[in-house]
Nanobody, 114 residues
Framework: QVQLVESGGGLVQAGGSLRLSCAASGTIFSIGAMGWYRQAPGKQREFVAA???????NYADSVKGRFSISRDNAKNTVYLQMNSLVLEDTAVYYCNVQTTRVYWGQGTQVTVSS
């Protein structure tokens, strides 16, 4: 089993920044892709960003140029640096990690205020 613990969410004013972290622990043989999704109230969960084990990244168009995903393989941790936040970024953010299957974090709330 793999456990994911997310941190770094909170309340921020528009234009501000937050950094999310997601640490994986448990029985881990190897980690493949790691990523972030988000779900706003009344909306479906949507892709935000992902990073492969080799460091290749992919972003949703809505966050390109503002968000940056990175990972520390020694710590089994994935990060999401979020800059220039806008009201539409308000959502619960979930990390996911691919090992022998895909695991999801419990979610962390990000609220952007005007």
């Amino acid at each position: 089993q793999v456990q994911l613990v997310e941190s770094g969410g909170g309340l921020v004013q528009a234009g501000g920044s937050l950094r999310l972290s997601c640490a994986a622990s448990g029985t881990i043989f190897s980690i493949g892709a790691m990523g972030w999704y988000r779900q706003a109230p009344g909306k479906q969960r949507e892709f935000v960003a992902a990073i492969t084990s080799g460091g290749r990244t992919n972003y949703a168009d809505s966050v390109k140029g503002r968000f940056s995903i990175s990972r520390d393989n020694a710590k089994n941790t994935v990060y999401l640096q979020m800059n220039s936040l806008v009201l539409e970024d308000t959502a619960v953010y979930y990390c996911n990690v691919q090992t022998t299957r895909v695991y999801w974090g419990q979610g962390t709330q990000v609220t952007v205020s005007s």
